[in-house]
């Protein structure tokens, strides 16, 4: 003769998750299952391709969005940061001689430094406009989401293409306090 025990609302057919190197799992029951959140020692973070959220209902058992437990990282503070940017500037006809490319290349690296955008960098030698490259040619609007309207012709376009090297300024745990 089985016995059949009626399991209380709260309980759940839950296992228990595979704690993280360098980390720790903390539970919390509900009415509908359990949750459980992620956490990592001082110098170490969950990763970025998740949220470090874990759900068990009670209906099935079942962890979503699954029951694989990444480890946790070391923390990792940048030096800077690349920003790789393309600019059009589009005309009726190409003037591809060295002179040419060349001013534009002087004129827009001079331009980039004048503007208010680019203030941050005023003054800080670390922060660099890189690796400006111009070229002219043909170049179409075209975009994936426009795949069924009818493209519109080529253009020609100057193209300056540029990687912008900003900065970071490592906050350590100390900064991060007094932030606070």
């Known amino acids: 003769m089985s016995q059949h025990v009626a399991k209380k609302s709260y309980e759940t057919n839950c296992t228990k998750l595979q704690e993280p190197r360098n980390g720790a799992m903390s539970y919390s029951q509900w009415t509908y299952g359990q949750m459980c959140i992620m956490q990592c020692q001082k110098g170490y973070d969950v990763p970025a391709s998740i949220d470090g959220q874990f759900v068990c209902g ?3 058992g079942k962890w979503r969005p699954h029951d694989h437990i990444p480890e946790c ?3 990792v503070y ?3 940061m690349h920003l790789p940017s393309d600019f059009y500037y589009y005309t009726d006809k190409c003037n591809s001689s060295a002179e040419n490319l060349l001013e534009i290349k002087e004129n827009f690296v001079q331009a980039l430094n004048t503007s208010k955008y680019f203030e941050y960098c005023l003054n800080n030698p670390d922060c660099q406009a890189k690796y400006v490259r111009v070229s002219c040619g043909p170049t179409s609007s075209k975009r ?3 795949i069924h309207v009818n493209p519109r012709p080529e253009r020609l376009a100057y193209i300056v293409e540029i990687d912008i090297i900003l900065p ?3 906050v350590n745990d100390e900064t991060k306090q007094e932030a606070i």
């Open 58 to 60: 009670t209906s099935n």
């Open 78 to 80: 940048p030096h800077s």
């Open 168 to 170: 970071l300024n490592i």
């Open 144 to 146: 994936e989401r426009d």
């Open 73 to 75: 990282y070391a923390t």
